[in-house]
Nanobody
Framework: QVQLVESGGGLVQAGGSLRLSCAAS????????MGWFRQAPGKKREFVAG????????NYPDSVRGRFTISRDNAKNTVYLQMNSLKPEDTAVYYC????????????????????WGQGTQVTVSS
């Protein structure tokens, strides 16, 4: 079992930046592939970034590629999401998730493949 706690959300103007953090406790952090998802009101949950267990590979959808960067520090049991050039359409609750079953080189993009979830942190981008 692993517990995930997100932080770093808030209100930012369009074009600004935020850095989300997700602190993990419990089982060995490096055993998990990690992902960030978001969900806006009335919309489906959306994958925004994922990283392999070692941190060597990241994966992003077109909607955020080039603006968002996922990274992890296995020594600190933390995964980060650096978000730059934010747009109003990035407004959502952002969740981090842990994927225990992923092979070491794989980043899953479906939330159904993730085993543990944080409580979420709100990101609001004003125009």
């Amino acid at each position: 079992q692993v517990q995930l706690v997100e932080s770093g959300g808030g209100l930012v103007q369009a074009g600004g930046s935020l850095r989300l953090s997700c602190a993990a406790s419990g089982r060995t952090f490096s055993s998990y592939g990690m992902g960030w998802f978001r969900q806006a009101p009335g919309k489906k949950r959306e994958f925004v970034a994922g990283i392999t267990k070692s941190g060597g590979v990241g994966n992003y959808p077109d909607s955020v590629r080039g603006r968002f960067t996922i990274s992890r520090d296995n020594a600190k049991n933390t995964v980060y999401l650096q978000m730059n050039s934010l747009k109003p359409e990035d407004t959502a609750v952002y969740y981090c998730a842990a994927d225990y079953r992923a092979q070491s080189w794989v980043v899953h993009v479906s939330g159904d493949d993730y085993d543990y979830w944080g409580q979420g942190t709100q990101v609001t981008v004003s125009s």
